[in-house]
């Protein structure tokens, strides 16, 4: 039986057009927004990232940070973040929804209970940022006995051979970092070049579903909309900061945002 996930991108496919893959952090800027933001933009989007907050978020960038920060200051914990996925689950069953995060919090937790809780939850997959191939594959099996896509990372700096066996080792969808820098910083490279970055991956096994992630905005994501999918998280998280420093709804701007990287896409 297909995962969410995967049926998620085969509907994409028949419609010729990348899945659009969004990122939140749960709790940003509360956990009732954040709820009323995955109801919202789960109309326009395919694929849900849901952040799990950090104190020392390595990967991100100041859009995501600033994110995190607010969460952290609501009193978000690992427990809400649960919640959140549990309640959107209600009414969005069939919508994938992945959680992003780093392995410190999971492995305070414990990852057999992590796990219990996700998948009691409706968690469908998890991007875990500091845990990488191939230290990642005890969990990462863990992850695929409890039907939880583990997805694992790719980069400009990965080479063929470690491509290959990261590929085949995945599970329904493989993430590509478009650049070396953190989440929303200025695109270094070209759409093209990072078009032939892609399509080099994809020929490595083209059953995969790749998508790219890093530097993906309004401006940039037409461009690349021959991948499978792409992952928009800086531009949302800067949208909620903007919608609260002129005392607007992050809800209804959010829903505009993605409503309209939609719209580029198809």
Do not use: W
């Given at each position: 039986?297909?995962?969410?996930?995967?049926?998620?991108?085969?509907?994409?496919?028949?419609?010729?057009?990348?899945?659009?893959?969004?990122?939140?952090?749960?709790?940003?800027?509360?956990?009732?927004?954040?709820?009323?933001?995955?109801?919202?933009?789960?109309?326009?989007?395919?694929?849900?990232?849901?952040?799990?907050?950090?104190?020392?978020?390595?990967?991100?960038?100041?859009?995501i940070?600033?994110?995190?920060?607010?969460?952290?200051?609501?009193?978000?914990?690992?427990?809400?973040?649960?919640?959140?996925?549990?309640?959107?689950?209600?009414?969005?069953?069939?919508?994938?929804?992945?959680?992003?995060?780093?392995?410190?919090?999971?492995?305070?937790?414990?990852?057999?209970?992590?796990?219990?809780?996700?998948?009691?939850?409706?968690?469908?997959?998890?991007?875990?940022?500091?845990?990488p191939?191939?230290?990642?594959?005890?969990?990462?099996?863990?992850?695929?006995?409890?039907?939880?896509?583990?997805?694992?990372?790719?980069?400009?700096?990965?080479?063929?051979?470690?491509?290959?066996?990261?590929i085949?080792?995945?599970?329904?969808?493989v993430?590509?970092?478009?650049?070396?820098?953190?989440?929303?910083?200025?695109?270094?490279?070209?759409?093209?070049?990072?078009?032939?970055?892609?399509?080099?991956?994809?020929?490595?096994n083209?059953?995969?579903?790749?998508?790219?992630?890093?530097?993906?905005?309004?401006?940039?994501?037409?461009?690349?909309?021959?991948?499978?999918?792409?992952?928009?998280g800086?531009?949302?998280?800067?949208?909620?900061?903007?919608?609260?420093?002129?005392?607007?709804?992050?809800?209804?701007?959010?829903d505009?945002?993605?409503?309209?990287?939609?719209?580029?896409?198809?």
């Amino acid at each position: 039986m297909k995962s969410k996930i995967a049926l998620a991108f085969d509907n994409c496919k028949k419609e010729k057009r990348p899945a659009l893959i969004t990122y939140t952090v749960a709790g940003d800027n509360t956990k009732n927004n954040s709820l009323k933001i995955l109801n919202k933009i789960s109309k326009h989007a395919d694929i849900l990232e849901l952040g799990f907050a950090h104190n020392t978020p390595i990967a991100d960038g100041g859009q995501i940070q600033g994110s995190s920060h607010r969460a952290l200051k609501n009193g978000i914990k690992l427990k809400d973040v649960f919640q959140i996925v549990k309640k959107f689950k209600k009414n969005n069953l069939k919508k994938p929804i992945i959680l992003m995060g780093y392995f410190n919090l999971i492995f305070q937790n414990g990852e057999n209970n992590f796990l219990k809780n996700c998948k009691s939850s409706g968690v469908d997959g998890l991007i875990i940022v500091d845990l990488p191939y191939p230290e990642n594959k005890s969990f990462a099996n863990k992850c695929k006995k409890k039907s939880i896509n583990f997805i694992q990372l790719l980069s400009p700096t990965t080479s063929k051979e470690r491509m290959k066996k990261i590929i085949k080792d995945s599970h329904d969808m493989v993430y590509y970092i478009s650049m070396l820098s953190t989440t929303g910083g200025k695109l270094k490279v070209s759409p093209k070049k990072i078009l032939e970055n892609y399509n080099f991956i994809k020929r490595i096994n083209p059953k995969k579903n790749y998508v790219i992630g890093f530097g993906i905005t309004d401006k940039t994501i037409s461009s690349l909309k021959s991948a499978d999918g792409l992952v928009v998280g800086s531009l949302l998280c800067k949208t909620i900061t903007n919608s609260l420093k002129m005392r607007q709804n992050p809800v209804t701007m959010l829903d505009k945002v993605v409503y309209n990287l939609k719209k580029k896409i198809i």
